[in-house]
């Protein structure tokens, strides 16, 4: 199969993923993936909504699999077969804020245990990195922040590549409040 990064948001397909997709035949994506390539697939490819993460294993070879943002920062790039590169939410999120992520700790907080996400981007900003979260709706920015020194930068960067797109900076003292669902912080810049 052929795992393609459709980036984080709208406008952010690479020309390889594009030129991909619009030689599939059958695409399985998440909604928002599948929203994401539609206007890129041919008119007679199979769009199918993944219902069963487990069963992807199992596609044939010609099939393309979306993944969103980038399919190696906590995507579908763990499947077999090859993989085609998206613009990562952390790629945005550092662009938007004019930031070098030379020095960027990646933290994945998205369905995994927020405390051990917290402890160690704590750790990382301590040993001098920036440090990019991968967050899920129900993370707080807000106990992240108590975990830092007060002075430390932390901004929350939402629906990145859409029309609504937005960057709220702030510090750990006086942290961003969070708006939309999909959303990552960057703290430590």
């Known amino acids: 199969m052929i795992v393609v990064g459709v980036g984080a ?35 007679d490819a199979e769009l199918v909504p993944i219902t069963d993460y487990k069963a ?3 596609l044939p070879e010609d099939a393309v699999v979306l993944s969103t943002g980038d399919p ?23 662009a938007r804020l004019k930031v ?8 994945n907080a998205h369905g995994k245990d927020h405390a051990s996400a ?9 040993a001098g990195h920036s440090v990019f979260v991968i967050a899920d709706p129900d993370f707080s920015v807000a106990v992240l922040a108590a975990a830092l ?4 930068r932390v901004a929350v960067c939402e ?20 708006r939309s ?5 960057v703290a430590g810049y």
């Not at 020194?149 to 430390?152: A, H, L, S, W």
């Not at 669902?181 to 912080?185: I, K, Q």
């Open 56 to 58: 992807l294993r199992a």
């Open 100 to 107: 070098s992520w030379t020095n960027v700790a990646v933290v």
């Open 9 to 43: 948001g709208a406008g952010m397909l690479t020309e390889e993923g594009i030129s991909r997709i619009r030689a599939a035949k059958l695409i399985y994506g998440s909604v928002r993936a599948l929203e994401l390539a539609r206007g890129y697939a041919a008119a």
């Open 159 to 178: 629906d990145l590549g859409y029309p609504f797109e937005r960057v709220a900076e702030g510090t750990a003292g006086c942290p961003p409040e969070v």
């Open 118 to 126: 917290v402890a160690r981007a704590a750790a990382d900003v301590r």
């Open 72 to 94: 190696l920062m906590a995507g579908l790039g763990y499947l077999p077969g090859e993989v085609v590169p998206g613009i990562s939410s952390m790629q945005a999120a550092f």
């Open 181 to 185: 669902r999909l959303f990552c912080v």
């Open 149 to 152: 020194p007060p002075e430390v």
